[in-house]
């Protein structure tokens, strides 16, 4: 799903808490499933299918959550596009990709957008 030229830098102006932080921290163009899956609940073991579904519905939810928030016309859009995507339904990670994410962080069970 690409993102409108116009809105690739956005982030959402109001001040998330939680997973949704993502989505005030993280610009428009990467606001992926994937993205979100890697950069948020990483105290979670994500090689259980049950927990993977759990974070498809917390991205589900909170992705209605931003679109709600008064953003511009072009990003409600493209929320939208990325809901009816549903890349959510079929993305499961690997577990390289799993140990390349901790990694990245030293080691340590803090989330990438900078929370323990």
Known sequence: MH???DYIQYKSPIKLEG????FSTIR???WSFENYFHKTHLEVDKSNIKNCDRISKDYIKDL?????RGIPIGMYM???NLL?????D???PSVKNQNE???SLGGEKKDQLGTK
């Open 101 to 103: 994410v901790v990694s």
């Open 28 to 30: 428009a163009a990467d």
């Open 78 to 80: 493209y929320v939208n």
């Open 90 to 92: 079929t993305y499961r």
């Open 84 to 88: 009816l995507d549903r890349q959510f």
């Open 19 to 22: 997973n949704q932080k993502f």
């Open 3 to 5: 993102c409108p030229e």
């Open 64 to 68: 209605e959550s931003v679109s709600r």
